[in-house]
């Protein structure tokens, strides 16, 4: 099982940047799809981006292509998401998520989602982002 802990969320205005992390423990092989997720208040947990742990290929939800970017470092068990140019949507919890490698794809973050939804895994405590406007 594997277990993250997210950091890296504050309050930030629109227009800025932030850098989250998420540091895992309990990987036993690089196959694996891990992904990162936002939930707003009263709204549904949400894919954001993805990344394969083995192939490094990254998969973007439409409304962060061009502005959020996701990265790996094995080492470091860390994955990082950097968000730019952030606007008050973006606001919320972001988690990371990590399932069998499934690539990257909107199909992959699906199927993570489905696959903690079902207790396979649990969520870790997030962090928090805030964008003013």
């Known amino acids: 099982e594997v277990h993250f802990v997210e950091s890296g969320g504050g309050l930030v205005q629109a227009g800025g940047s932030q850098r989250l992390a998420c540091v895992g423990s309990?990987?036993?092989?690089?196959?694996?799809?891990i992904g990162w997720f936002r939930q707003a208040p009263g709204k549904e947990r949400e894919g954001v981006a993805c990344?394969?742990?083995?192939?490094?290929?990254?998969y973007y939800r439409n409304s962060v292509k061009g502005r959020f970017t996701i990265a790996k470092d094995n080492a470091k068990n860390t994955v990082y998401l950097q968000m730019n140019n952030l606007k008050p949507e973006d606001a919320g919890v972001y988690y990371c998520?990590?399932?069998?490698?499934?690539?990257?794809?909107?199909?992959?973050?699906?199927?993570?989602?489905?696959?903690?939804?079902?207790?396979?895994?649990?969520w870790g405590q997030g962090t928090q982002v805030t964008v003013s406007s």
């Open positions: 998520a990590a399932g069998p490698d499934r690539g990257s794809s909107e199909a992959a973050m699906r199927t993570l989602l489905a696959y903690y939804r079902s207790g396979f895994e649990s």
């Open positions: 309990g990987f036993r092989h690089n196959e694996y799809t």
């Open positions: 990344i394969s742990r083995k192939d490094g290929s990254t």
